[in-house]
């Protein structure tokens, strides 16, 4: 039988993170961290985290939360090949990872139609890294699993098909779409996601957005096709 293709769209990391210019540069940052005030950020543009926003006009930030994401379907909705995600607009994650809730808020804006706010800060989402290419892809339940000549296969490990279930495969992404990740889950609770109606509406992983954790929004399936964010899932989950 051939091996089920999941579609996904992929996001990469710009080369240049860059934090609050309340903050002072400090040696356990990375060289190429700019305070927000030294990179241009163009209104609109997808990004992850950081304390620029660009809120639709007439929205309010939701308190007790910190920003997330923002992403520009208008660029993003040419690669969705599930057809679920709205033509344009923007899509904007507020969160509070300690209390695993949040809130996403979409609003069918053009860029014009965007204010800008900046909310500096310290804590969980400090650090801002815009969206660079967009991409669509593949992946598949295969590729979860270590391959016996991978230096950590364990044959005491296997399941009773004879394959060793990796817990950070999959780490490296960031995207919509796709197979639920998340190292704390067991390999039956990330089947049970992948067969179910839950979808990975967000996800951004260890592929220059974060160091060491994964964020995780999931949506029903047809909440996202009424478009209706308001019982979203929040996740971070710890590598």
Same mark, same amino acid.
């Given at each position: 039988?051939?091996?089920?293709l ?8 710009? #080369?240049? &993170?860059?934090? &609050? ?20 950020? &163009? ?7 950081? $304390?620029?926003?660009?809120? =639709?006009?007439?929205?309010?930030? &939701? ?14 909705? =040419?690669?969705? #090949? ?20 949040? #809130?996403?808020? +979409? ?63 999959? +780490? ?7 197979? +639920?990740?998340? $190292? ?13 109606n ?23 399936k ?9 019982? $979203?899932? +929040? ?5």
């Amino acid at each position: 039988m051939e091996e089920r293709l999941y579609d996904f769209i992929n996001f990469t990391a710009h #080369k240049t &993170p860059y934090f &609050p210019a309340s903050m002072d540069k400090e040696d356990w940052m990375d060289e190429s961290w700019l305070k927000h005030t030294e990179i241009q950020i &163009p209104i609109g543009h997808s990004r992850y985290g950081g $304390c620029v926003i660009d809120l =639709p006009k007439g929205i309010e930030y &939701p308190k007790n939360m910190k920003f997330a994401a923002q992403l520009d379907l208008k660029k993003i909705s =040419p690669f969705d #090949k599930t057809g679920l995600l709205p033509k344009k607009g923007h899509l904007l994650f507020f969160a509070d990872i300690k209390k695993a809730i949040g #809130k996403v808020i +979409y609003s069918e804006v053009e860029n014009d139609d965007l204010k800008r706010v900046i909310k500096e800060h310290e804590d969980n989402f400090f650090l801002g890294v815009l969206i660079d290419k967009i991409t669509a892809g593949t992946e598949t339940i295969e590729e979860r699993y270590f391959n016996e000549k991978d230096e950590d296969f364990d044959i005491d490990l296997v399941n009773e098909n004879g394959k060793m279930w990796n817990y950070f495969a999959g +780490y490296e992404k960031s995207k919509m779409f796709g197979i +639920y990740t998340n $190292c704390q889950a067991q390999e039956n609770e990330i089947l049970e996601v992948v067969n179910s109606n839950r979808i990975v509406l967000l996800q951004i992983g260890e592929n220059g957005f974060n160091d060491d954790g994964l964020f995780n929004v999931l949506i029903d399936k047809e909440d996202l096709r009424k478009g209706n964010f308001n019982n $979203c899932e +929040y996740e971070w989950a710890q590598s």
